[in-house]
């Protein structure tokens, strides 16, 4: 575990296998950190570098006040300057939900630095004007009753919304981990996040699908029947692309079955 001082903001890594010959990078998702990929990384292989990052806001990195330094392009630069310290040359990334967001956003600026990019439970932004400011108004409403009610207040709605529903036939100590993670968020963070890289405000990537070069591998939970839907359609506009499908789970696969998860993810690499 180390910080990195990279444009002037603290970021939180946690690195396993240093020795290993291929690299993995992963980036978690809202009110998520390093902590979030435990599991995985102890069922991959010790031949696997892996680069665990608490993205801006969350975890033990910085969280600013200052919401510019949140948004997208900003976050993409603070990794890239992260892995050029990291000499993280070539790599596989890995993203989910928000982090796959950033995972994606990442792979359009520097996809020379990629060897693949698996993306959990992403989306390339929202197409449509109409539903773009829906979203961020729903973010900034969200955002201020982190502010205003606290972490504690915010947990139990957020854990109760349908996209987590599958994840109450966890077992009780998993669910308490992944509760106690979303508990030891800060409110500014939090609250920053969406305002600065939520859905609604970072870019458009639709039309970037069809020029990325690199080997993308989209993953989705079956009973998460919107992202199956949306990763259908990204599946036929991106060029060299497949998208695998997980019985039996829903948003956050790598929580629900960490095992099949690393698996997989061990083959990509």
Sequence with gaps: MARYAVNGLDVFVEEVNPQGTKTLVLLHGFTGSTKTWQHVVQALPTTVRCIMVDLIGHGETSAPEDIEAYAMDFQVDLLHGLFQQLHAQKFTLLGYSMGGRVALSYAVKHPQNLEHLLLESASPGLQHVQERAARKQADDQLAEKILHNGIESFVEKWENIPLFASQKRL??????????????????????????????????????????????????????????ALNEKMQNLLIHAQHLIIPAVGHAIHVENPLKFATIVEEMI
């Design 171 to 228: 077992n009780e100590a998993v669910q308490q981990e992944i509760r106690n993670e979303r508990l030891s968020q800060r409110e500014i963070g939090l609250a920053n996040s969406l305002r600065g890289m939520g859905t609604g405000v970072m870019p458009n990537l639709w039309d970037d699908l069809a020029k990325l070069p690199i080997a993308v591998t989209l993953l989705t939970g079956e009973l998460d029947q919107k992202f199956v």
